[in-house]
Nanobody, 114 residues
């Protein structure tokens, strides 16, 4: 398995979750890592990206609430999600861009509901 995501679950609105994605060193090192999500009935969308140098980019809807960071020594990328809203409910996918090729994790379900 090249990418292994974990950390999803059920959380109440306003709560927090941290997603983790461990990767093989060959696809993690030096490459852009990201998190995408697919909400029910919607297309997959980019949530956040982080370059090997630590530059980040977020979709507007999560700015100020989500933080993406990477731990290079562990070949792991994280998505810290705070102030969660019901509209954040989705399957979250880890992604690695290696040249023109995309690697995908298996997805982890995040449900925000009271």
């Amino acid at each position: 398995v090249q990418l292994q995501a974990s950390g999803g679950g059920l959380v109440q609105p306003g709560g927090s979750l941290r997603l983790s994605c461990s990767a093989s060193r060959s696809i993690f090192s030096g490459n852009v890592m990201g998190w995408y999500r697919r909400a029910p009935g919607k297309q997959r969308e980019l949530v956040a990206l982080i370059t090997s140098g630590g530059t980040t980019n977020y979709v507007d809807s999560v700015k100020g609430r989500f933080t993406i960071f990477r731990e290079n020594a562990k070949n792991t990328v994280y998505l810290q999600m705070n102030s969660l809203k019901p509209e954040d409910t989705a399957v979250y996918y880890c992604n690695a861009k290696v040249g023109s090729f995309n690697y995908w994790g298996q997805g982890t379900l995040v449900t925000v509901s009271s």
